[in-house]
């Protein structure tokens, strides 16, 4: 914001969504109000990889006042996304955005890992979401309305219950899985 605010919410990605839960009027956005800003690598695989994160304007016009703004808030979003980047085993994960790299996750409950390389979450619970599995990883159990999007290299799923799915192709499978 233009006073030094940054607002953001762990569950969210898109910046329309952000602009809707913190009520900035429609006429705020087009008044130099703000600034969108992203905060992330150039590539997909260096997600786990906090020193490959850059900020980046997602705007065509900056404003002047911005530059005053600017270090604070790459060190701020460096600290957020920080936190969000999994490498330890954890017994519990909820709520919210990870990157899981070389880990073991006893329980991931109502959280969406956007990306899971070489690690095992042992039961996804509660419409957890995994997007993509890279490197040998793998999910144990999966219970109630759990997605995996996509499955790379040697991922695995292994038990599915209830509503889980894992989607291949643009296409539903509800049965047990080694992909």
């Known amino acids: 914001m233009r006073n030094g605010d940054l607002l953001h919410n762990e569950n969210l990605t898109s910046h329309e969504d952000i602009i809707s839960l913190y009520n900035i009027k429609d006429s705020q956005v087009n008044c130099d109000k703000f600034v969108r800003v992203e905060f992330t690598p150039e590539n997909e695989n260096d997600l786990p990889s906090i020193e490959k994160y850059k900020l980046n304007i997602d705007e065509n016009y900056i404003p002047d006042w911005f530059e005053q703004h600017k270090e604070y808030v790459e060190s701020r979003l460096r600290d957020i996304v920080s936190h969000r980047?999994?490498?330890?085993?954890?017994?519990?994960?909820?709520?919210?955005?990870?990157?899981?790299?070389?880990?073991?996750?006893?329980?991931?409950?109502?959280?969406?890992?956007?990306?899971?390389?070489?690690?095992?979450?042992?039961?996804?619970?509660?419409?957890?979401?995994?997007?993509?599995?890279?490197?040998?990883?793998?999910?144990?159990?999966?219970?109630?309305?759990?997605?995996?999007?996509?499955?790379?290299?040697?991922?695995?799923?292994?038990?599915?219950?209830?509503?889980?799915?894992?989607?291949?192709?643009?296409?539903?499978?509800?049965t047990p899985s080694n992909l």
Not at 95 to 113: F, N, Q, R, T, W
Not at 153 to 161: F, I, W
């Open 85 to 174: 980047i999994i490498t330890s085993d954890q017994k519990l994960l909820t709520g919210g955005l990870y990157v899981i790299k070389d880990c073991v996750i006893d329980s991931l409950k109502h959280a969406m890992v956007v990306y899971m390389h070489n690690s095992t979450v042992n039961e996804m619970l509660e419409n957890s979401t995994v997007n993509k599995m890279r490197h040998n990883s793998t999910v144990n159990e999966m219970w109630e309305n759990s997605t995996v999007n996509e499955m790379l290299e040697n991922s695995t799923v292994n038990k599915m219950r209830h509503n889980s799915t894992v989607i291949i192709n643009n296409s539903k499978n509800k």
